[in-house]
């Protein structure tokens, strides 16, 4: 789900690189970009230090839970077609991310983690691997770690991860996909992207993964017709370079003058 292959990468970026030329939301975006080389090692070493991260939170949550109730249930939920388990392992997963992604918004101290991810000011596939691997170890971790712990089967889990994995790209990348009477149902380019706009109105808005009537239902959508977003990024001082992105939450805590209004001012510039 996290970490690094060759193969798949190359497939990954045989299908959407072409797409993304012939069907572009943002017309005239190179494909060499700015900060193309600091995306790739996101895609080789972040994505490992989030596996890591994931497998020892896995370990620890196992351990602590050991004889619990989830046994017990376990068989129950299992006996479900793997169809209904893989729908409900969506709901479960994307409430969870829906929490975990408001709060990393919301918290200041959190913020500074997730803010490197909101550095990307060119939209495309490559960009949706610009995390902090504290960030998505925990938002990820909290949101798989439940599922698997509950018991539900391996392939209904399994369906769900290739499901986040493209989905995850999808949303990111720079291709025009109309969702039409589906918008508020699955995710789209157009739904995230705002949630990655630097502009006013889009702030604090769009947190589900997968599932946007989350924000309907929470109060946080924003998924205007007929408008797209103009500017993407952060106004947060976030490094442009590797070392200094996975350093930069911790700089920000050693030194935290000014941080608070920075994290939560960041889109003054656009206003």
Do not use: C
């Not at 050693?254 to 941080?259: D, E």
């Amino acid at each position: 789900m996290f970490g690094f292959d060759i193969l798949d990468f190359l497939i990954i970026a045989l299908i959407f690189s072409p797409l993304e030329r012939l069907a572009p939301t943002i017309r005239g975006q190179k494909v060499f970009r700015k900060l193309l080389l600091l995306d790739l090692f996101h895609v080789v070493f972040t994505g490992m230090l989030i596996t890591g991260g994931v497998s020892i939170l896995l370990l620890m949550a196992s351990y602590a839970l050991k004889g619990s109730f989830l046994e017990e249930i376990s068989p129950a939920i299992q006996a479900q077609p793997v169809w209904i388990q893989f729908f409900e392992i969506l709901l479960i997963a994307d409430l969870i991310f829906y929490a975990a992604h408001r709060a990393f918004h919301k918290i200041s101290f959190l913020w500074q983690f997730h803010a490197v991810h909101h550095s990307i000011q060119e939209m495309d596939w490559l960009a949706a691997h610009r995390v902090h691997p504290f960030d998505q170890t925990l938002t990820k971790g909290l949101s798989i770690i439940p599922v698997i712990l509950l018991g539900f089967s391996p392939t209904a889990i399994a369906l769900f991860i290739l499901l986040y994995k493209w989905q995850s790209l999808l949303i990111h990348s720079n291709i025009n996909v109309p969702f039409g009477p589906f918008r508020w149902v699955l995710a789209s380019p157009v739904f995230h992207h705002w949630h990655h706009a630097n502009e006013a109105e889009a702030l604090d808005t769009n947190f589900a993964g997968q599932l946007p009537f989350l924000d309907l239902l929470f109060g946080s959508a924003y998924m205007p017709r007929h408008k797209a977003p103009q500017k993407f990024g952060t106004n947060d001082p976030v490094p442009d370079d590797y070392l200094g992105q996975l350093a930069y939450p911790i700089r920000r805590w050693i030194s935290p003058q000014n941080s608070n209004d920075e994290s939560r001012d960041r889109i003054a510039a656009a206003e």
